[in-house]
Nanobody
Framework: QLQLEESGGGSVHSGGTLTLSCRTP????????IAWFRQVPDKAREAVSC??????????VDRANGRGRFAISRDDTKNTVTLRITDVEPEDAAVYFCAARQVRCNDRAFEYRIWGQGTEVTVSR
């Protein structure tokens, strides 16, 4: 069964920068779009960002206020997708999951079949 591996979680100070990585051990990432979701207790998984196979980014958080705190990138030579969060806010605390699918990006978690186990991010003030 295909699975993803997240890393980079941990504790970060409010206002700091966080970098999360997602690897695709056992298969090549280049034919998949890779998305990041996050989840807090008692809430549904929230789409954060997704990167298309051609590297085109999609951002689903902070869209309303136009803030560009998130940056997603991919390096298919390393089968790795990276999510960078700057100016971290307490509301960013969550378990972050990466997910993969072979068609276009979207923000619907139920349409992704390949997932990682998640990496937890805590934010201190």
């Amino acid at each position: 069964q295909l699975q993803l591996e997240e890393s980079g979680g941990g504790s970060v100070h409010s206002g700091g920068t966080l970098t999360l990585s997602c690897r695709t051990p056992g298969f090549s990432a280049d034919t998949y779009v890779i998305a990041w979701f996050r989840q807090v207790p008692d809430k549904a998984r929230e789409a954060v960002s997704c990167i298309e196979r051609n590297g085109g980014p999609n951002y689903y958080v902070d869209r309303a206020n136009g803030r560009g705190r998130f940056a997603i990138s991919r390096d298919d030579t390393k089968n790795t997708v990276t999510l960078r969060i700057t100016d971290v806010e307490p509301e960013d605390a969550a378990v972050y999951f990466c997910a993969a699918r072979q068609v276009r990006c979207n923000d619907r978690a139920f349409e992704y079949r390949i997932w990682g186990q998640g990496t937890e991010v805590t934010v201190s003030r």
